[in-house]
């Protein structure tokens, strides 16, 4: 008979998971957990999440437990910590706590940052949180990913920590920074020390900033993470160009400017006094990771979104340049605007993501079925297409659906194109949220949850590919049609 402690943790996790959340079974969980305490607390303590929008009591009563008893920092191996809301002015410390938080404050001789140390802690919000972060990651040293607002690792006490504890955050594995480009921009070189931790594998980046500014130490081969996610961030060339130089080794690169929402638009009043780079740039220096790059997703702003003057905007007309050199590129995400019309794609293609659809499709579809059939593209079997006006990739160089045809029809056409093949070819529509007021109180501070088609998650596994498949759209048309 097998012993209950002798399950594997993960197994015991899921098993723990299917239990319904009600009193009674609460009751019986902490039962359990007094039995079986030592089995019990690593599944308690192995992951940590914080998104109440109200204070930060949770994240102030897990660190606490974990400073009365050490050991349990050590089974902590993931940290969410959700932003609060912008207006947020915060509430201050509980008072039960703040003599437990300037004891372990004062233990740390800090000297003359004491005092600015005790100030922080007093105040739960913003400006206590990076320290808070700081004092719980230091007691977790199996911590492998953290998720955090921006503004934390470039804090005093991240600093301080880097500074004097070599092995701050040495087995982090995955980092994820939120920021909001509105109010508060990920201004990338900030984080130098966190993004440069050697064992680190995964980068997700929301609303950051990459200029001319760029970290000195980040030399050709100093970053050892392979994937990097940046969500809705603006990059200027020379930026990119050292950038993609410091990685040793890209295995995922995704970068993406496009948003379905006009106000949610990403570094809009960057174009012109900051140009950010165009596909063909995006393209030649991925070349850089050619033998190594499985993902290439980059989403650029394009002349529909409503960018002031974004026509005269250079570098945003120059397509994509040639994949065919890359040896092992198995994903690709573009931007319609500037992909040719017969894309030069690589042999390991498997599939292929073709976002922000304003105009016709068929002459790149004819092309690349074609490429197809001639067995260039063995391993490809996606083709997705994904617009706002799903009518759009249908219509004829001059906007016009082909006469006598409907968009059911077109659609059957294009798809023919690939029989014979393994590709199935799609259009698919984004998903969008529904009509909001503008002149609602406090929507500024409202989140709007929205999905965009997306036929994969390009390799990431974290919060900000929340893509779903066609089975949320039953007819891909709209009803008028």
Request: glycine residues 6%.
């Given at each position: 008979?097998?012993?209950?402690?002798?399950?594997?943790?993960?197994?015991?996790?899921?098993i723990?998971?299917?239990?319904?959340?009600?009193?009674?079974i609460?009751?019986?969980e902490?039962?359990?957990?007094?039995?079986?305490?030592?089995l019990?607390?690593?599944?308690?303590?192995?992951?940590f999440?914080?998104?109440?929008?109200?204070?930060?009591?949770?994240?102030?009563?897990?660190?606490?437990?974990?400073?009365?008893?050490?050991?349990?920092?050590?089974?902590?191996?993931?940290?969410?910590?959700?932003?609060?809301?912008?207006?947020?002015?915060?509430?201050?410390?509980?008072?039960?706590?703040?003599?437990?938080?300037?004891?372990?404050?004062?233990?740390l001789?800090?000297?003359?940052?004491?005092?600015?140390?005790?100030?922080?802690?007093?105040?739960?919000?913003?400006?206590?949180?990076?320290?808070?972060?700081?004092?719980?990651?230091?007691?977790?040293?199996?911590?492998?990913?953290?998720?955090?607002?921006?503004g934390?690792?470039?804090?005093?006490?991240?600093?301080?920590?880097?500074?004097?504890?070599?092995?701050?955050?040495?087995?982090?594995?995955?980092?994820?920074?939120?920021?909001?480009?509105?109010?508060?921009?990920?201004?990338?070189?900030?984080?130098?020390?966190?993004?440069?931790?050697?064992?680190?594998?995964?980068?997700?980046?929301?609303?950051?900033?990459?200029?001319?500014?760029?970290?000195?130490?980040?030399?050709?081969?100093?970053?050892?993470?392979?994937?990097?996610?940046?969500?809705?961030?603006h990059?200027?060339?020379?930026?990119?160009?050292?950038?993609?130089?410091?990685?040793?080794?890209?295995?995922?690169?995704?970068?993406?400017?496009?948003?379905?929402?006009?106000?949610?638009?990403?570094?809009?009043?960057?174009?012109?006094?900051?140009p950010?780079?165009?596909?063909?740039?995006?393209?030649?220096?991925?070349?850089?990771?050619?033998?190594?790059?499985?993902?290439?997703?980059?989403e650029?702003?394009?002349?529909?979104?409503?960018?002031?003057?974004?026509?005269?905007?250079?570098?945003?007309?120059?397509?994509?340049?040639?994949?065919?050199?890359?040896?092992?590129?198995?994903?690709?995400c573009?931007?319609?605007?500037?992909?040719?019309?017969?894309?030069?794609?690589?042999?390991?293609?498997?599939?292929?993501?073709?976002?922000?659809?304003?105009?016709?499709?068929?002459?790149?579809?004819?092309?690349?079925?074609?490429?197809?059939?001639?067995?260039?593209?063995?391993?490809?079997?996606?083709?997705?297409?994904?617009?706002?006006?799903?009518?759009a990739?249908?219509?004829?160089?001059?906007?016009?659906?082909?006469?006598?045809?409907?968009?059911?029809?077109?659609?059957?056409?294009?798809?023919?194109?690939?029989?014979?093949?393994?590709?199935?070819?799609?259009?698919?529509?984004y998903?969008l949220?529904?009509?909001?007021?503008e002149?609602?109180?406090?929507?500024?501070?409202?989140?709007?949850?929205?999905?965009?088609?997306?036929?994969?998650?390009?390799?990431y596994?974290?919060?900000?590919?929340?893509?779903?498949?066609?089975?949320?759209?039953?007819?891909?048309?709209?009803?008028?049609?």
């Amino acid at each position: 008979m097998v012993n209950l402690q002798d399950l594997p943790l993960e197994l015991l996790q899921g098993i723990l998971s299917f239990i319904a959340n009600n009193n009674d079974i609460d009751i019986d969980e902490e039962f359990f957990s007094r039995e079986f305490r030592d089995l019990a607390q690593p599944l308690l303590f192995r992951n940590f999440t914080d998104d109440v929008n109200t204070d930060r009591n949770k994240t102030i009563r897990f660190t606490k437990a974990i400073y009365e008893r050490p050991g349990l920092g050590e089974h902590v191996r993931h940290v969410t910590i959700k932003p609060l809301p912008i207006k947020y002015t915060g509430k201050g410390i509980a008072k039960e706590h703040i003599k437990f938080y300037e004891g372990i404050i004062k233990d740390l001789q800090l000297g003359d940052m004491e005092k600015e140390w005790l100030i922080s802690m007093r105040n739960d919000g913003v400006n206590g949180l990076g320290l808070l972060i700081a004092l719980l990651v230091t007691k977790t040293p199996n911590l492998r990913h953290l998720h955090m607002p921006d503004g934390q690792s470039r804090d005093r006490p991240f600093l301080y920590f880097f500074s004097r504890h070599p092995s701050f955050l040495s087995n982090l594995t995955s980092v994820s920074i939120e920021g909001d480009y509105k109010d508060t921009a990920v201004i990338i070189p900030d984080h130098e020390q966190l993004l440069s931790l050697p064992k680190l594998k995964s980068v997700v980046i929301e609303s950051g900033h990459l200029d001319h500014s760029f970290p000195s130490s980040w030399t050709t081969g100093t970053l050892s993470a392979d994937e990097f996610s940046f969500q809705g961030c603006h990059f200027v060339p020379e930026a990119l160009k050292k950038f993609m130089r410091a990685c040793k080794s890209l295995k995922s690169f995704t970068y993406t400017k496009f948003d379905v929402i006009p106000s949610q638009r990403p570094f809009g009043d960057l174009l012109e006094t900051h140009p950010e780079f165009n596909a063909a740039q995006a393209t030649e220096e991925a070349l850089q990771h050619k033998d190594t790059l499985e993902v290439f997703s980059v989403e650029l702003a394009t002349d529909r979104e409503g960018y002031v003057d974004v026509k005269n905007y250079n570098s945003t007309r120059v397509n994509y340049g040639s994949f065919a050199d890359f040896s092992v590129l198995k994903k690709i995400c573009v931007s319609h605007a500037y992909l040719p019309a017969h894309p030069q794609l690589p042999a390991t293609l498997e599939k292929l993501h073709i976002s922000s659809c304003h105009s016709s499709t068929w002459e790149m579809a004819r092309n690349i079925s074609t490429d197809c059939k001639k067995g260039l593209y063995p391993q490809l079997t996606e083709v997705k297409v994904s617009a706002l006006d799903t009518t759009a990739p249908f219509k004829l160089p001059w906007h016009e659906i082909p006469e006598g045809h409907t968009p059911e029809q077109c659609l059957l056409s294009l798809q023919d194109m690939f029989k014979g093949t393994k590709v199935e070819f799609d259009i698919l529509p984004y998903k969008l949220p529904p009509p909001w007021d503008e002149d609602e109180e406090d929507t500024e501070d409202e989140v709007l949850d929205f999905d965009i088609y997306d036929g994969d998650d390009f390799g990431y596994d974290n919060d900000y590919n929340d893509y779903d498949y066609g089975d949320n759209y039953d007819n891909h048309f709209p009803l008028g049609l």
